[in-house]
């Protein structure tokens, strides 16, 4: 069956505006575009959309929707199990997120304190199966399905407190990580040998047996997966490689 644009968009809830961007970004080219210039979509090109609108449901980037669905290598039926599993992961964590609340309430009903390891637990569940989702499956392959798993669980296992000082370390690393890049400052400087040092101990919240090697390697995907740099160079382009340049140098 072939759909103009205007069917297209009643029946994907996709605006046509958004289908014309689209069609002008590369990411979702019509079947066929009439003399007239109306453009109209087949079979393919409806199977693509609901692929885009998956990996959007997902929080994927466009270029990067567009780079996986553009491999030649794509395989649809195995990208699909990996939504499923992605989905079912975030329906456990939504429920688990529901579990928290109604305990919340009812302590609060019963007048009860609730232990602080049950406040947050379900947070750190859920950072842990963001991490699993967006960068899961490359560092599965990098470093083994063990060295994962003692990682998160070394998050759930937090404290409280542990687990405030491990974000505000992340955060303070940031901060002089734009500071040095905004001021001109170079990796191989005393505050980049801080810089390491700040980022060794943050990796290590999560990994206490962290290798110099393993910490070089982590460094390097800062430069080589888009994610992490987005990640350290969102307010300060340059951080990320400022970062795996002082680790490279300074990793002991």
Not at 87 to 93: C, P
Not at 224 to 247: K, M, S
């Amino acid at each position: 069956m072939e759909y103009s644009i205007q069917q297209l968009s009643r029946l994907s809830g996709v605006t046509t505006r958004t289908l014309r961007w689209y069609d002008e970004i590369g990411l979702l080219k019509p079947g066929r575009v009439a003399p007239s210039g109306y453009r109209y979509y087949g079979p393919e090109q409806v199977d693509r959309l609901q692929d885009i609108l998956y990996y959007r449901a997902l929080g994927v980037e466009l270029a990067h929707i567009r780079e996986c669905l553009d491999d030649p290598a794509f395989d649809r039926l195995a990208a699909l199990r990996r939504h499923l599993a992605d989905l079912q992961a975030r329906k456990a964590q939504l429920e688990k997120l529901i579990a928290s609340v109604e305990q919340t309430i009812g302590c609060e009903e019963r007048k009860e304190i609730m232990n602080d390891q049950e406040k947050f637990a379900a947070f750190k569940d859920r950072l842990v199966q963001q991490n699993e989702a967006q960068y899961g499956q490359e560092a599965r392959q990098k470093y083994g399905d063990a060295a994962v798993d003692r990682s998160q669980s070394a998050l759930r296992g937090m404290t409280q407190e542990q687990f405030d000082a491990w974000n505000q370390l992340d955060a303070q690393l940031r901060r002089r990580l734009e500071q040095a890049v905004q001021t001109g400052l170079s990796p191989d400087s005393e505050e980049g040998k801080e810089i390491c040092a700040m980022h060794r101990r943050w990796l290590q919240g999560t990994d206490p047996k962290l290798t110099p090697a393993k910490h070089k390697g982590i460094a390097e995907l800062y430069v080589l997966d888009e994610r992490f740099t987005a990640y350290y160079d969102r307010q300060q382009p340059g951080c990320a490689r400022f970062l795996r340049d002082a680790v490279a140098r300074w990793a002991e």
